[in-house]
């Protein structure tokens, strides 16, 4: 009896939970209101393009969001299973879109799978989805499908858009399409942006036909638009006529570039050189505008001799005298050399001096040397200075030598020219000449961190002890912790006043001295601190008992201490 009771209990209970199992997990699958209002988002008209151009990749139109049992498979269901349930679902009365189910794919990035799912629903192949269709087959990469399915919708008119055929044709890059439509009466004629687009699109993969086909689809005149185009166009073609046509169109300025090309692409070249010179030969004439069409069309030695006509007696900065120069380039002609030469021999001095300058800077360092040697204005300052560049280039140390000493002969330089004379003089001078340019960078406020040094250095070694302490006077105001200049005015000290004026150097030099070093134990050695120089210089020994040097000052210091024989030991080593 227990048992028969416990059983109807249970029969009881148990379908009371399921029942409410069941319930719990409807509302589990009730959406929630962020998916409502997702879904209202989504449902709302999506704005439209009034423009003839290719409008935007199609939008989830405004449907009903997907069911929820078929959103919480779409990250992970096959095109099969979604397909049966949608099925399943519809059977039972539910309101469920293949649009929006194909849709909600694309948004979970499953293009191929969404492709799939239309292939395998009743009516995933309705005109509704056809622009649909032919992005997905565009992302999958299967653009010969894409193009299929838009040259099928463009030979006859259907039910698809007009405008949902533009798009898709430049959505897989097919705009020949377009006019295969328009041509086909299946879209309207385009209008004026829409046929320039395409005439640009057609010519860039150089179809005249499909130019042509254009023609007679439209009535807008595209070639006005852009009549460079519609010559490229007719040249293709080998169409002259029709390219001086277009030409028309043009600007009055732009004219007569159009036609050189028109002549050029029909290759008659010397009815264009006879064309280019008069133009250049007018009254009018801008000469290096002429130029430059001569050179772009081939005719560099006839451009040349245009500039240079129209530079001739103009300074270097002239515009005609500009472009001439660059025309000639860094290594010019003969002929163009002798140019040069003639025109620094023209005008004024700053004249001449500008165009030697140009000279120079072309001709090899050798010949301009020469030339310039002989110049009348050889004498002059800044001419000098070329020719001491122009030797140092060469090599030609002799005659940089004696340009030099004329440099140097008591002439007043700027700041500048004194620069320029250090940067040129020979690479081999006397020492005379080095200190003279020294001084004269020093004097002009443009010297080298150790010019005062190298003075100081140089009066040091001709006996001139006093010298020497001037010119280290001004170098350590600058550098006053120069080890080398401290230990040179010690020595100069002590020739002046003495050890007792030498010593206040030798304690600043010691400062800046490395602890251990050889230089300290010379140092310490000056000072009379011989002691600590013997130590010293024993430990550097023992870092580098090979060192000649060392193990010289080392007898040396022993044999200041009356340590001779120490001092043949260290030297037998």
């Known amino acids: ?53 290719p409008v935007a990749p199609v939008s989830p139109p405004a449907v009903a969001p997907a ?65 649909l269709r032919v992005d997905l087959l565009r992302q999958a990469g299967r653009t010969a499908d894409a193009s299929t399915l838009v040259t099928q919708a463009a030979q006859k ?21 377009v006019i295969v439509a328009a041509a086909n009466h299946v879209v309207p ?12 699109r057609a010519d860039k993969a150089g179809r005249n036909d499909l130019i042509a086909l254009l023609d007679t689809a439209t009535t807008a005149n595209w070639r006005a638009a852009d009549p460079w185009l ?35 692409t029909a290759g008659d070249r010397e009815s264009l050189r006879t064309e280019l010179l008069a133009r250049a030969a007018a009254p009018d004439a801008q000469p290096e505008r002429e130029a430059e069409r001569l050179l772009a069309s081939g005719y560099r030695a006839d451009a040349a001799a245009v500039l240079r006509r129209a530079a001739t007696g103009q300074p270097p900065t002239a515009p005609a005298a500009q472009r001439a120069l660059y025309l000639m380039g860094p290594r010019p002609e003969s002929d163009d050399l002798a140019w040069l030469k003639q025109q620094s021999l023209q005008g004024n001095g700053a004249q001449q001096r500008a165009w030697l300058a140009r000279y120079v800077e072309r001709d090899r360092p050798g010949e301009a040397l020469a030339f310039v040697s002989r110049h009348p204005l050889a004498s002059q300052t800044d001419v000098m200075l070329m020719r001491l560049s122009l030797a140092r280039t060469a090599g030609n140390d002799a005659a ?8 140097l002969d008591g002439r007043a330089l700027d700041p500048a020219q004194v620069a320029a004379l250090s940067a040129a003089a020979p690479a081999r001078i006397e020492p005379a000449q080095a200190a003279a340019i020294a001084k004269r960078r020093v004097a002009a406020g443009v010297a080298a961190p150790r010019d005062q040094l190298d003075l100081a250095w140089t009066a040091w ?37 003495g050890d007792r004026a030498a010593r206040p150097w030798l304690d600043r030099a010691l400062a800046q001295t490395p602890a251990e070093s050889k230089a300290r134990v010379e140092i310490l050695e000056k000072l009379g601190r011989r002691a600590d120089a013997l130590s010293l210089v024993e430990t550097l020994r023992a870092d580098t008992p090979h060192d000649r040097s060392l193990a010289a000052l ?10 001779a024989g120490r001092a043949r030991t260290v030297l037998a080593q």
Not at 157 to 177: K, M, T
Not at 554 to 563: C, T
């Open 230 to 264: 519609a010559i490229r166009v007719a040249a293709r073609a080998k169409d002259t006529a029709a390219g001086l046509k277009a030409a028309d169109y043009l600007p009055v300025e732009q004219r007569p570039a159009a036609r050189e090309a028109i002549l050029t």
């Open 554 to 563: 080392h007898a040396r210091l022993l044999i200041a201490q009356g340590q």
């Open 189 to 200: 004629s385009p209008d004026a942006a829409l046929s320039l687009d395409l005439a640009r």
């Open 461 to 497: 070694n001709a006996g001139d002890a006093k010298g020497a302490a001037k010119w280290l006077d001004a170098h350590l105001e600058t550098a006053p912790t120069d080890l080398p200049a401290l230990r040179l005015m010690a020595d100069v000290q002590a020739r002046v006043g």
């Open 157 to 177: 008119r259907g039910s698809v858009p007009a405008a949902d055929i533009v798009a898709a044709a430049y959505a897989i890059d097919r705009p020949d399409l």
């Open 400 to 407: 940089g030598r004696a340009v030099l000493a004329s440099l």
């Open 67 to 131: 069911h929820p049992a078929i959103a919480a498979q779409i990250a992970t269901a096959d095109a099969a299973a979604l397909a049966a349930l949608t099925t399943q679902l519809i059977a039972a009365g539910q309101p469920v879109s293949t649009m929006q189910v194909a849709y909600d794919l694309v948004a979970a990035k499953r293009p191929a799978v969404a492709l799939d799912y239309l292939a395998a629903r009743p009516d995933g192949e309705a005109a509704a989805t056809w622009r």
């Open 1 to 53: 009896m227990r048992i028969d009771r416990r059983r109807g209990r249970l029969a009881i209970v148990l379908p009371a939970i399921a029942g409410l199992g069941l319930l719990a997990g409807g509302l589990m699958l009730l959406p929630n209101d962020r998916e409502i209002l997702h879904a209202e988002r989504r449902a709302r008209p999506v704005p439209t393009a009034s423009s003839s151009l």
